[in-house]
């Protein structure tokens, strides 16, 4: 089955005495045993519920993997897959990450004697030289948030295969619409679920995806730790699923037209979009893409105040943090994102004071772009 037709079907069973075309919230705690010793299957919802297993199945089917994990947020989904590490062991992690994943790496993982690098992956051959003996885990993310720049997946792969690594891929940006990681030889593929999974704006939620079993620990892991979601998100998350490839191809459609708009504005001074032809990482993203999605950030004129006046004359897009829903929204990374860096680790990712940063939503485009337009005037 193809893409569009596993996420409508993938995981939704039609079970009797009912039938349900559209699968039933399990809104339970718990599951009856038959007896005492012929335990429920599943037993406790923390461990397992039909509602979120529902969404694994989807989830797996979706980046072509063979298993999935749907946990409480995106977050939990990296704090899992840390949960593989032991003190003495090194990370590799790109520097242009989420303001979050850099976070728990840099504060928290750092703190159990664990060696953390952040290196620039723009460029490979220099990225993998901090690769070591003792590197368990490479951690990268691309189209990067909030400059949009595109990492060569492929290779990063090969270099952190080349010390034992394992490669983790943020593939929240992408959505698996646009972009399956696990096809380009990652190991694991982490979404926040909360952005184009669910697209609606309405749940939080995590995902983790693999091929190799010796991932499962991921779920002995959520067993222990307890980062489960509810039943009600679980069946949000499915429901949202449902329409995502209509709503990103709509969004990356939506976008490439407001980035051409933006492109020859001439009170913006750059356009970070790898659908645009000048863009540096456009070949790239053509290679390992199938399309270049609905996210987009741009620097106005003048800096923070001329930016933050502009974002506050839009009357259609709203100010808000996330990203992937079907509504547009903006944001300003210095106050949102990326607020945890400092002002000089911002400018070395590229992140100016008047950069804007743009989740592009399924509306009318001609009504995004006026309102851009008036905003910038
Ligand atoms: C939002 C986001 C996360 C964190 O996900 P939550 O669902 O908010 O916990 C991680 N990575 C990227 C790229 C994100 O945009």
Not at 79 to 96: E, I, K, N
Not at 161 to 189: E, I, K, R
Not at 312 to 340: Q, T
Request: hydrophobic share 40%; charged share 20%; proline share 5%.
């Amino acid at each position: 089955m193809r893409l569009a037709t596993k996420a409508v079907h993938s995981g939704i069973e039609h079970d009797p005495p009912f039938r349900p075309l559209s699968a039933p919230i399990f809104q339970t705690s718990t599951f009856v045993w038959d007896e005492m010793d012929h335990e429920a299957d599943p037993m406790y919802t923390r461990y397992g519920n039909p509602s979120r297993r529902s969404v694994e199945i989807a989830l797996a089917e979706l980046e072509n993997a063979k298993d999935a994990l749907f946990l409480s947020s995106g977050m939990a989904a990296i704090a899992t897959v840390c949960s593989m590490l032991r003190p003495g062991d090194h990370v590799l992690c790109q520097r242009d990450v989420y303001g979050g994943t850099w976070k728990l790496l840099s504060k928290y993982i750092a703190q159990m004697g664990i060696d953390v690098t952040f290196a620039d992956s723009s460029n490979t051959e220099a990225f993998s030289n901090h690769l070591r003996d003792n590197t368990k885990l490479v951690w990268i993310e691309t189209p990067t948030n909030p400059t949009m720049r595109i990492v060569d997946i492929r290779a990063c792969a090969h270099a952190a295969h080349s010390v034992g690594a394992v490669v983790v891929a943020d593939n929240t940006f992408a959505s698996p619409v646009f972009q399956n990681p696990l096809d380009l030889s990652c190991d694991v593929v982490m979404h926040s679920a909360t952005k184009y999974l669910n697209g609606h704006s309405d749940v939080i939620g995590g995902a983790l995806m693999w091929r190799d079993e010796r991932f499962t620990v991921f779920l002995d892991y959520l067993k222990s730790a307890g980062n489960n979601p509810s039943p009600f998100d679980c069946w949000l998350m499915r429901r949202g699923i449902k329409t995502l490839e209509l709503r990103v191809r709509k969004q990356a459609e939506n976008a490439q037209a407001i980035a051409e708009f933006l492109a020859t504005h001439p009170r913006i001074e750059s356009v970070h979009y790898p659908g645009l032809e000048s863009d540096p990482g456009h070949q790239l993203a053509k290679s390992q893409m199938n399309g270049f999605g609905g996210m987009l950030s741009f620097v106005v004129e003048d800096g923070a105040n001329a930016a933050k006046n502009a974002a506050n004359k839009l009357k259609l897009i709203k100010i808000a943090a996330s990203l992937g829903g079907v509504e547009s929204i903006i944001g300003y990374p210095p106050v949102m994102s990326h607020a945890m860096l400092s002002e000089n680790e911002r400018r070395q990712r590229g992140i100016l004071p008047g950069l804007l940063r743009l989740s592009v939503g399924i509306e009318n485009v001609d009504d995004l772009i006026e309102d851009l337009d008036q905003a910038l005037s």
